[in-house]
């Protein structure tokens, strides 16, 4: 193995060390996500449809959930 691949390597292995070290519980936002669903609530009327409007408390429950994204078409 040459320096070059060994660093690839060895940073790789670094980097999946940190980023498991980041996995948070969802729980831990809890608070958070209640807070900020009170805080958009005079910004909801800004959203062009009624239905946006009603399914805002769901996407904030939804940001911090460890679940694949999904886009739109």
């Given at each position: 193995m040459q320096g070059g691949e060994k660093m690839r390597?060895?940073?790789a292995q670094r980097r999946e060390?940190?980023?498991n070290?980041?996995?948070v519980s969802?729980?831990?936002f809890t608070?958070?996500?209640d807070r900020l669903g009170a805080?958009?609530?005079p910004y909801q009327h800004a959203l062009e449809t009624e239905t946006r409007q009603h399914h805002m408390p769901l996407y904030l429950q939804g940001l911090p959930a460890r679940m694949p994204r999904q886009s739109r078409p």
């Open positions: 390597t060895v940073w060390e940190l980023l070290d980041c996995l969802p729980d831990v608070p958070l996500i805080f958009v609530v």
